[in-house]
């Protein structure tokens, strides 16, 4: 029997913090099944190293250091992916800040960091997705790396959790204005992964790894993959009746 062809051979995918973590293997699994990717963040030798990886696979990378901070970086992501391969078919808005910052604490400089890099950098890299893909006609797919956290409150959290709800609405209003345009827009939320901020948790105490292990019924904490797998599911054609959905992903961490 001849082998499936691979499910995104020839199209083209935008990771955003796809130097590292989930964003990562978000690309990485992309171009394991024929995907160009263009990933971005702003430690260029991080992205560099990262592409040389996957480009050891076979897949085509593209290294666009950026800050989805900045407005400006936001359009030239697209732009790039676009100018590189010819065209953007699907966008994963994963970059995100997060920090533990008691409320007390959280003044208005604070405040807008977690809201630009985490609510208007998906924003302004999805309106640019959006706006190249209905001008050219082209069908399109969004992912929004959100998080459980987005809709239950915890110590240090405030401002990271709210940041999350709001890119959970975002999804669905995308998914309501940009649908009829062919523009499936979802989102995933995960539980503790293991990528290296919450290994560095558990090293250093500020997180119980076994207190951690016992509040999940399945008994393990998610690794990158797990994440990976369920963003290239919302982008498949197995999910092409799905919009506007957060899928969580996360054990049943967050029952
Ligand atoms: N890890 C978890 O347990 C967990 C749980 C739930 C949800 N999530 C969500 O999953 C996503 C990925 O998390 P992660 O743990 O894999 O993060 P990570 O390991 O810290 O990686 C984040 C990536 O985003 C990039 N980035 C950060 N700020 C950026 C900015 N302003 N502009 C462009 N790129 C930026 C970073 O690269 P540079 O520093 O070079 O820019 C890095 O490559 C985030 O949306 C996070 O909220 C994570």
Partial sequence: MPEAAPRFAGQTAIVTGGGAGIGFAVARAFAREG????????????????????????????????????????????????????????LVNNAAH????????ADAEVAARFLSVNVAGPLLCARAFAAEAIASGRRGRIVNVGSIAGARPAPGCGLYSAS???????TRSMA??????????????????????????????????????????????ADVDDIADAVLFLCSDAARHVLGQSLTVDGGEGF
């Fill in 164 to 170: 999350k709800a709001a890119l959970e609405m975002l």
């Fill in 98 to 105: 997060f920090a533990l910052v008691p409320l007390l604490d």
């Fill in 35 to 90: 995907a160009n990717v263009a990933i971005a963040g702003r430690r260029k030798a991080t992205l560099v190293h990262s592409a040389a990886l996957i480009e050891e696979m076979g897949g085509e990378v593209l290294v666009v250091p950026a800050d989805v901070a900045i407005a400006a970086d936001c359009a030239r992501i697209v732009a790039s992916a676009v100018e590189r391969f010819g065209a953007a078919d699907i």
């Fill in 176 to 221: 309501l204005e940009w649908g009829p345009a062919g523009i499936r827009v979802n989102a995933v939320a995960p539980g503790h992964v293991a990528t290296e901020g919450v290994l560095a948790d558990f090293q250093a105490g500020r997180l119980d790894e076994a207190k951690l292990l016992a509040s999940i019924p399945a008994r393990r904490i």
